[in-house]
Nanobody, 122 residues
Framework: QVQLVESGGGLVQAGASLRLSCAAS????????MGWFRQAPGKEREFVAA??????AYADSVKGRFTISRDNAKNMVFLQMNSLKAEDTAVYYC?????????????????WGQGTQVTVSS
């Protein structure tokens, strides 16, 4: 239905910043939510941030440090990550689904990208 490709990950030191990008192609919907999840070694995939229309949502662990945004005309979503910590090390995945609520309560639905690695050294 829709294809998602993440980019922008890398290796940085604690306190640095990264900006992740996600490009969507195929069947896309401007009124659908888009968001970011992450999965660290040995941990479950967890919600990071989502955007739908003028609304945004963030996990408590990243609130105040990360900012999500989207460009519907380009079918892209971004995640600006500031003040990175070692605990942020994970593979970051882009996701699109019907709503922010769905993003926060389900991890099986919608469409997913293949992920981009973010490594933060302490």
């Amino acid at each position: 239905q829709v294809q998602l490709v993440e980019s922008g990950g890398g290796l940085v030191q604690a306190g640095a910043s990264l900006r992740l990008s996600c490009a969507a192609s195929g069947r896309t919907y401007d009124n659908y939510a888009m968001g970011w999840f992450r999965q660290a070694p040995g941990k479950e995939r967890e919600f990071v941030a989502a955007v739908s229309g003028g609304a945004t949502a963030y996990a408590d662990s990243v609130k105040g440090r990360f900012t999500i945004s989207r460009d519907n005309a380009k079918n892209m979503v971004f995640l600006q990550m500031n003040s990175l910590k070692a605990e942020d090390t994970a593979v970051y995945y882009c996701r699109t689904d019907i709503s922010i609520l769905t993003m926060r309560t389900n991890n099986r639905g919608g469409s997913w990208g293949q992920g981009t690695q973010v490594t933060v050294s302490s």
